[in-house]
Structures are given as structure tokens and as C-alpha cells.
């Protein structure tokens, strides 16, 4: 059973930083894809950025290419999501998402995804 776990959330001043956490608890994380999506108050939850299950060949949304970078630690069953340049227009309840069987061009659909955590706010103030 996947569980995740998201933590590093908060509030920050525009042009700030933050780096977001999702554990897994479960023992097969290393062959999960994992992906970040966010949800804003009033929209519709939309896809961050996403691994297939090696670390190679990320995947991002044009929104925050450049200024997020997604990262795994597969020995610590944990993924990252290093904010930074951080603008109003990222504020959103951020998810971590993981599914074992979810293809290349699925991977930004949070459909496709079968497992999820509890989400974990950033705010961000001018």
C-alpha cells in the first residue's frame, strides 16, 4: 500500500523559496512513477512536474520551468520539489502523486494517477 505524505509547505514572500517533501511509506517506491500537481482555490487541479521511474527526463509544466526542480531519493522513499522565484500565481495546495502503471503521455493527467496525499499549502504573498 502507497501512502505519501507531503510536508514543507508555508507562507513566503514573493521572489522566495520553498522546498516541498512527499514521503512514501510504502516499500516500492523506486518503481512508482511520481509526480507534483497543484490545486488553487476555484481550479482545476493541474499538473507541476513528474517522474517516470528512473530520475531521468523530468517532466514540467511551462508555468514553472526554469524556477522548480523535481527530485527523488529513492534510498529515503522521498520526493522533492524545490520552489523557487516563488509569485503570487503559485499559490495552491500542492499534491504529491504516484502510480506504478501510468505511461509517458499520461503522466501529466492527475486522473491517471491512483494514489495521492493529503496536500500541503503554499501561500504567497506580495
Known amino acids: 500500500q502507497v501512502q505519501l505524505v507531503e510536508s514543507g509547505g508555508g507562507l513566503v514572500q514573493a521572489g522566495g523559496s520553498l522546498r516541498l517533501s512527499c514521503a512514501d511509506s510504502?516499500?516500492?517506491?523506486?518503481?512508482?512513477?511520481m509526480g507534483w500537481f497543484r490545486q488553487a482555490p476555484g481550479k482545476e487541479r493541474e499538473f507541476v512536474a513528474a517522474?517516470?521511474?528512473?530520475?531521468?527526463?523530468?517532466l514540467y509544466a511551462d508555468s514553472i520551468k526554469g524556477r522548480f526542480t523535481i527530485s527523488r531519493d529513492n534510498a529515503k522513499n522521498t520526493m522533492y520539489l524545490q520552489m523557487k522565484n516563488l509569485n503570487p500565481e503559485d499559490t495552491a495546495i500542492y499534491y504529491c502523486?504516484?502510480?506504478?502503471?501510468?505511461?509517458?503521455?499520461?503522466?501529466?493527467?492527475?486522473?491517471?494517477?491512483?494514489?495521492w496525499g493529503q496536500g500541503t499549502q503554499v501561500t504567497v504573498s506580495l
Open positions: 510504502g516499500r516500492t517506491f523506486s518503481t512508482y512513477a
Open positions: 502523486a504516484a502510480d506504478s502503471r501510468i505511461i509517458l503521455s499520461s503522466m501529466k493527467e492527475p486522473a491517471r494517477y491512483d494514489y
Open positions: 517522474f517516470r521511474r528512473t530520475n531521468s527526463n523530468p
